[in-house]
């Protein structure tokens, strides 16, 4: 590893933070956090959409609230504290998302209310929040939930447009088309999310195979 | 139980500790107490728009309606006080005739609970739309049955008579697999989706019992038009 010796200035600093979520550190692709809502709800680009925006919302306001508090919180109660905000701003996205859209609400069922047991989410908490400042962790917020959202709705594009013929509802291939209905089951979730890790991999082993 | 010579580890305190929690805790809930009251009236409102689509969905000649619960054996007219009692809507046409009774049914589906609002007009004896409220099955194959317009076709005059002095049919809703000379009383289920077409046709089949003979009784007070 070659790394620059000189000191990086503090704002390009701040842009890392927010820059390694999208691609180095994605919390889908590389580090394989939060399957969960990873597998369930990608069949459709909506659900992905409104999963990827609540997440996010639930990630930087506890990243808000978990690095303004770090130094308040008592180290034995720490992960019961950062569970307890992450509760109730889940709570919060799911009263709004019933008051903007009953449909969305529906079609993503329980899995608002299991944002809380998201390990991407307590796992940034711990991880980063508890130990930066302020700025720094919404970057790294809104890095990492960015990076979420922009990995769901790649699945969500290919398991929507392969297993319904559509894409945000529009018909795509005409009346001819025969649904690989496989792909919006759950089964499909696993054979997309493969392909694109050997992909994004692939790459990746590439492009460090270029630089040395 | 002391070693002698170990360490004391430095003991937490508590009382710091509860303090915390309890102030997280306190937080907590005005955040989420706010948010309820601020959101509840557009969840209520969102909440109605949804029934009154879905009602017009199943009875579309209908311009206004009245709101009934089934209690025991009787339908009375809504009001507030009524929560888990099953609702029913009567639909009128603008002439301020009785165009059917749109009931909220529901039963077990292949996954969880399905919930149906449908369609019944007592002119004809026959379920006239369903629309499916709730449902948690297989996507691709059993959700088919609230987006599948050729299985839902099945339900624009499907007949559920009583046993009547004019012989017609009296037996319950039938479930066929490709058919193509269907009876009036039978469904055509969707391929690939045979248990949860068989699950909608139990649910009709069981409301029906219950409901259509309280509904023909009672049928005088259902007619009357709303007063405005």
Avoid at chain 1, 79 to 101: E, G, Q
Avoid at chain 1, 164 to 181: S, Y
Avoid at chain 2, 29 to 43: D, G, K, N
Wanted: proline share 5%; with cysteine.
């Amino acid at each position: 590893m070659s790394t620059p010796t000189t000191l990086e200035p503090a704002a390009s600093r701040t842009m890392d933070e927010f820059l390694k979520g999208l691609w180095k550190e994605n919390p889908v692709f590389v580090q394989v956090l939060g399957m969960c809502p990873v597998l369930a709800v990608t069949n459709t680009v909506m659900n992905s959409v409104v999963m990827g925006v609540a997440t996010t919302f639930v990630l930087l306001m506890s990243a808000i609230i978990v690095s303004l508090t770090r130094n308040w919180i008592p180290k034995q109660v720490r992960i019961a504290t950062y569970i307890l905000v992450i509760a109730t701003f889940v709570t919060m996205a799911d009263y709004i998302i019933k008051a903007v859209s009953l449909a969305a609400h529906q079609s993503l069922g329980a899995f608002i209310s299991l944002i809380v047991v998201n390990c991407m989410i307590l796992g940034r908490a711990e991880a980063f929040s508890s130990k930066n400042g302020v700025k720094d962790s919404i970057m790294d917020a809104m890095g990492m939930g960015i990076g979420f959202t922009l990995a769901i709705v790649m699945l969500g594009i290919v398991r929507e447009s392969l297993g319904n013929g559509t894409l945000l509802g529009f018909a795509l291939f005409g009346d001819r088309f025969e649904p690989w209905v496989i792909m919006v089951l759950p089964g499909g979730a696993f054979f997309v999310l493969g392909f694109l890790l050997l992909g994004i991999n692939a790459l990746n082993r590439r492009r460090a195979a270029e630089a040395t | 139980m002391k070693v002698e010579g170990a360490p004391e580890p430095p003991r937490p305190d508590s009382t710091r500790m509860v303090l915390t929690m309890g102030a997280v805790g306190l937080l907590a809930s005005i955040l989420l107490v706010a948010t309820y009251t601020y959101t509840a009236p557009y969840i209520a409102a969102n909440q109605a728009a949804y029934l009154e689509a879905s009602i017009q969905e199943v009875l579309p000649a209908s311009t206004s309606r009245t709101d009934w619960r089934l209690v025991g054996e009787e339908l009375v007219p809504d009001n507030e006080s009524f929560t888990i009692e099953p609702r029913l809507f009567a639909g009128f046409r603008d002439d301020g005739t009785l165009e059917g009774v749109a009931i909220e049914a529901q039963g077990q589906g292949y996954a969880d609970i399905i919930r149906l609002l449908y369609g019944y007009s007592p002119d004809c004896g026959c379920v006239i739309g369903l629309k499916v409220l709730e449902s948690k099955e297989t996507p691709g194959l059993g959700d088919k049955i609230g987006k599948d317009p050729e299985f839902l076709s099945n339900f624009t005059a499907l007949d559920v008579r009583l046993s009547s002095p004019d012989g017609a049919t009296d037996g319950p809703l039938e479930l066929i697999k490709q058919g193509t000379n269907l009876d009036a009383w039978q469904i055509d289920a969707i391929s690939g989706a045979t248990i949860s077409s068989q699950a909608v046709t139990d649910i009709l089949n069981a409301s029906n019992e219950r409901l259509l003979t309280i509904i023909h009784g009672q049928l005088d007070e259902l007619s009357q038009p709303p007063q405005e």
